[in-house]
């Protein structure tokens, strides 16, 4: 180990939150970051690529702990449901991303420096097939 | 919506694969990928802060999927293991850590078009205290 990461938990990234890391949760806090008006419910579910159940459920988590307000009205004459990001929410989803981007930092650095790598940063042609 | 974001899944990250994802295996993965050579186990354990039951499990579901190999040895007439990326494993946590520059440049470009923020960036002082 080098000098730099001898630190009890240099990697161990706490502030990884369970409500917000899950990939589902991950998706519908993005779409709604990116809509703070709100989201109806088919929007999000169509955004986030998942099925009425599972939206339902990832929001009754995200609700639970108060990163979203489901807000339920009509219309066009049809009852419909708008998510949308609580203002603590999104503080949170904010702080979250400043260590996801310091995961992909640390990560990036690593293997660049690594044996098998000449290039720098990401290269979208290394991912999997 | 706006018409860039109309596409079905456009949040949806499926590239976000559930073995790497889960915090535990994130902070393993960028621990080895910081060490080309391998880690003996108690200098993993040490970096990502993780009890031995804990680190054991996880180590078991990353080599199981053919990320890492664990070799055990001998260091100073001690019983070791030493656990490695493979090739393969480094090839496609990459390809992951793509995916993750993605969410975070998303969802960073949303924010800071939102209505409450006047700055660039993931400032670190809007972390929750």
Known sequence: MTAS???DGRFSYEGLDRVIHERAR???LTSLVAHPKGLPFPDLKRLC???DGNLSRHLAVLSEADF????KGFAQNRPQT???LTASGRQ???GYLGVLEQVVRD???AAE?????GRRGLDPATKPA
């Open 26 to 28: 991950l998706s519908v």
């Open 49 to 51: 690529g998942l099925t």
């Open 92 to 94: 949170r989803f904010i």
């Open 113 to 117: 420096s690594g044996p098998e790598s």
């Open 5 to 7: 990461d001898r630190d």
């Open 107 to 109: 990560a990036a650095e």
């Open 68 to 71: 979203v307000t489901l807000q």
């Open 82 to 84: 708008v998510c949308r």
